[in-house]
């Protein structure tokens, strides 16, 4: 079955350094999403990417960079991670504008 | 801009009994709008979603919402509860893009 997998699933990191959250999706699917959640915000979305090579800043970018070189995976890097950075991260994927998004199960970093 | 609203910050409810949790947007045009839910510790699982056409949705677990464009509304229902319908449940929106917007959530609560 087709699926969407984040890793890893918990992380705890100190301030300063450089993380990276991974995000394989096996739907083939050209939309990617990267949403951090957090109590009271619901999930705010970060990066997007429509295709290959393709990427966009969401609402809440600053701090976070992702990189598309193929369709299965859209990482998310921190560049120097910070305690606002603590947060639940979900990645999603869908076909296009209106279709349902799947998620990930979701990655719980904390940055201390 | 595109926002989606949940009033309903938390709600508690006898197991057996009705359920409603709502849902207000703001867009400019027919949105299409979901409804996903969160068990803990899990990610986001579609319950419905509404394109066009009937207003009233069903959806899995015996979930259905209404959309009244007149009301910019998109509230969820369901008729009896169950003790394992205790969740956070998220209302989204997406126009023409194709990234969701999220409301905050309601966290659900059921009594035995």
């Known amino acids: 079955d087709a699926e969407i997998t984040q890793s890893p699933r918990h992380k705890i990191t100190e301030t300063g350094r450089q993380v990276t959250l991974a995000c394989h999706q096996t739907?083939?699917?050209?939309?990617m999403f990267w949403y951090r959640q957090d109590l009271g915000h619901g999930l705010r979305l970060i990066h997007y990417?429509?295709?290959?090579?393709?990427?966009n800043k969401g609402e809440v970018s600053d701090g976070y960079s992702v990189s598309r070189s193929n369709t299965e995976d859209l990482p998310l890097t921190l560049e120097s991670a910070a305690s606002s950075q603590t947060s639940v991260y979900f990645c999603?994927?869908?076909?296009?504008?209106?279709?349902?998004?799947?998620f990930g199960q979701g990655t719980r970093l904390t940055v201390v | 801009a595109q926002s989606v609203t949940q009033p309903d910050i938390h709600i508690t409810v006898s197991e057996g009994a009705s359920l409603e949790l709502r849902c207000n947007y703001s867009y400019g045009a027919t949105p299409y709008l979901f409804w996903y839910v969160q068990s803990p510790g899990q990610g986001l699982q579609l319950l419905l979603k509404?394109?066009?056409?009937?207003?009233l949705v069903q959806g899995i677990k015996g979930f259905e919402a209404e959309f009244k464009r007149s009301q910019s509304s998109f509230n969820l229902r369901k008729p009896s509860v169950h003790w394992s319908d205790a969740a956070e449940y998220f209302c989204?929106?997406?126009?023409?893009?194709?990234?969701?917007?999220f409301g905050s959530g309601t966290q659900l609560t059921v009594l035995p």
């Open positions: 999603a994927s869908s076909t296009g504008a209106g279709t349902e998004a799947f």
């Open positions: 739907w083939n699917h050209n939309n």
């Open positions: 990417s429509y295709g290959v090579q393709d990427t």
């Open positions: 509404y394109f066009s056409g009937d207003t």
């Open positions: 989204a929106l997406s126009g023409s893009a194709r990234q969701l917007t």
